[in-house]
């Protein structure tokens, strides 16, 4: 138990659905990130916020949308998606976003896109 | 080829050897990050140094900054410790980013 929790554990979705990703952190942590970890690829920074503003988008197609309406909760917001957008999506947290800080990983999503 | 690779990719090992997983970036950084996935996703951070050894029970890390190289060891290797171990490194510069090596894939064989 690392004290990010995220929800759903599982989703299956089709190419025409709109779903959220829902992260929540219990550490008190300043900054959020999202990650996407793909079969047999190292896992991909997706969004960084730090005090509730983002302050990395790495280059991600707009059909994920993510949202910080507070320092503990994190969401993302998935439309139109394709299935080469199924993988697990990892959301963590740090005390701040600054550089030497570990970091604190949820469980994860499995997503699936069919 | 990525800035941070791992070798090696899958390694089985009976219960009771000694383990070794190597790590070599090829940028700066300011502190190297070990982690451990098991089956399921989640992840856990082992350790985070940036400089000589750091131990947690049977679970030992070193970085040689010169070399750009970490290892990590587990001494009397458990079927428990069956997991992807994940080596990462943080940018010296700026913001936090952490850059991912592709994991190390471990069985321990009963």
């Known amino acids: 138990e690392t004290g990010v929790t995220q929800t759903p554990r599982h989703l299956v979705m089709g190419m025409t659905n709109k779903k959220s990703l829902k992260c929540e952190q219990h550490?008190?942590?300043?900054?959020m990130y999202w990650y996407k970890q793909s079969a047999k690829k190292p896992l991909e920074l997706m969004f960084v916020?730090?005090?509730?503003?983002?302050?990395e988008n790495n280059s991600v197609p707009s059909r994920f949308s993510p949202e910080c309406p507070n320092s503990s909760h994190l969401f993302l917001h998935l439309h139109t998606l394709q299935p080469e957008d199924s993988a697990l999506y990892l959301c963590?947290?740090?005390?701040?976003?600054?550089?030497?800080?570990?970091?604190?990983f949820g469980p994860g999503t499995r997503l699936t896109v069919l | 080829k990525n800035e941070v690779e791992q070798s090696p990719q899958n390694l089985t090992a009976q219960e009771g050897e000694f383990i070794t997983i190597n790590c070599s970036y090829s940028v700066g950084i300011s502190a190297l990050h070990w982690l451990q996935q098991h089956p399921g996703g989640g992840i856990v951070s082992l350790f985070m140094?940036?400089?000589g050894k750091k131990k947690h029970g049977r679970l030992i890390a070193t970085i040689n900054i010169q070399e750009k190289h970490s290892s990590l060891h587990i001494t009397a290797s458990h079927p428990r410790d069956s997991a992807v171990y994940i080596c990462?490194?943080?940018?010296?510069?700026?913001?936090?980013?952490?850059?991912f090596g592709t994991g190390t894939r471990l069985t321990i064989i009963p």
């Open positions: 963590a947290s740090s005390p701040r976003q600054v550089t030497g800080n570990e970091q604190f």
């Open positions: 916020y730090s005090l509730e503003e983002r302050v």
């Open positions: 140094l940036s400089s």
């Open positions: 550490l008190g942590h300043n900054a």
């Open positions: 990462a490194v943080s940018s010296p510069v700026g913001r936090e980013k952490l850059t």
